[in-house]
């Protein structure tokens, strides 16, 4: 069984506060791309001591097997279900550290391939708490539809927005940057916490967006990667109605009216457009 494991841009993003369990408190709007990894499962292995094996191509993901969040996923199903032994073949196109959700993709979509491969009948709303155990954004690629996100990122709410008329790109340079660092180095002075909820800001024009749309990650994550702000700055001079961070990575995306054709303006860094 095979899957194309797509990635989410994050529309604004607040940070609301820290809780008790360490984790923030955030608000963002995720919207899904079809940048996307490819992801084939098939029941049985030839590794005599493991009951998954991982065979990866393309991007390189620098993980042990058990790190990945591929096979926490398997074993998360594993301790309920008794799974029988699998072979995961992933080929990785969406870039890590990008804040572009690939690895939170692959767990959700591998939830939903082992649901169907061994025909556990698990409901989409089981399948959305198994995957707020893996990470926060993870549950939301079991709805995979544009949601309001909330707490942690695994409150979701389907919202009614649609850019499939505009065109969208996304340029990473070869920085990585860790979510724990994102977090790190962002400073309460940072945080922008507009009174106006990000849900309103959201029904607003597009072309207002640039005004009133933000990511609280972006001070912080610019003054440590200048390179960043200049990509968005180049973005926006090449007529990008919105550009921004997504989530706390070193993705920064812009929506144009139009197909703009910018590769040629960023040579060595990753770039993708719809």
Not at 48 to 53: D, L
Not at 169 to 182: D, L, Y
Not at 203 to 214: E, G, S, V, Y
Request: with cysteine.
């Amino acid at each position: 069984m095979l899957v194309f494991s797509n990635c989410k841009i994050n529309l604004g993003l607040h940070i609301l506060n820290k809780r008790p369990d360490a984790y923030h408190n955030l608000e963002t709007v995720f919207y899904p791309l079809n940048l996307c990894d490819v992801l084939e499962v098939i029941k049985g292995n030839d590794t005599p001591y493991s009951k998954i094996k991982i065979i990866t191509e393309g991007i390189s993901i620098g993980e042990k097997t058990e790190k990945n969040l591929i096979a926490k996923a398997y074993h998360l199903l594993d301790s309920v279900y008794g799974l029988e032994p699998v072979t995961f073949c992933l080929l990785k196109n969406i870039p890590l550290g990008a804040g572009l959700g690939g690895g939170s993709g692959n767990a959700a979509f591998t939830l939903k391939l082992l649901n169907q491969l061994f025909d556990l009948k698990i409901s989409d709303e089981q399948l959305i708490n198994y995957a707020g155990q893996l990470g926060s954004d993870c549950a939301f690629f079991i709805k995979n539809k544009p949601c309001f996100a909330s707490g942690r990122g695994e409150i979701l709410h389907e919202i009614n927005l649609d850019l499939s008329m505009y065109s969208i790109v996304i340029v990473k340079p070869p920085v990585h940057v860790s979510t724990k660092e994102a977090f790190c180095n962002l400073k309460s002075s940072e945080i922008i916490n507009l009174n106006h909820p990000l849900r309103d800001i959201i029904n607003l024009p597009i072309a207002h967006w640039k005004d009133h749309l933000f990511n609280d990650f972006e001070s912080s994550v610019f003054s440590t990667y200048p390179i960043l702000a200049e990509i968005k700055d180049t973005l926006y001079r090449e007529g990008a109605l919105y550009a921004a961070m997504s989530g706390s990575g070193s993705a920064i995306f812009g929506i144009f009216k139009s197909k703009p054709r910018l590769n040629n303006s960023f040579p060595g860094f990753f770039y993708f457009e719809t």
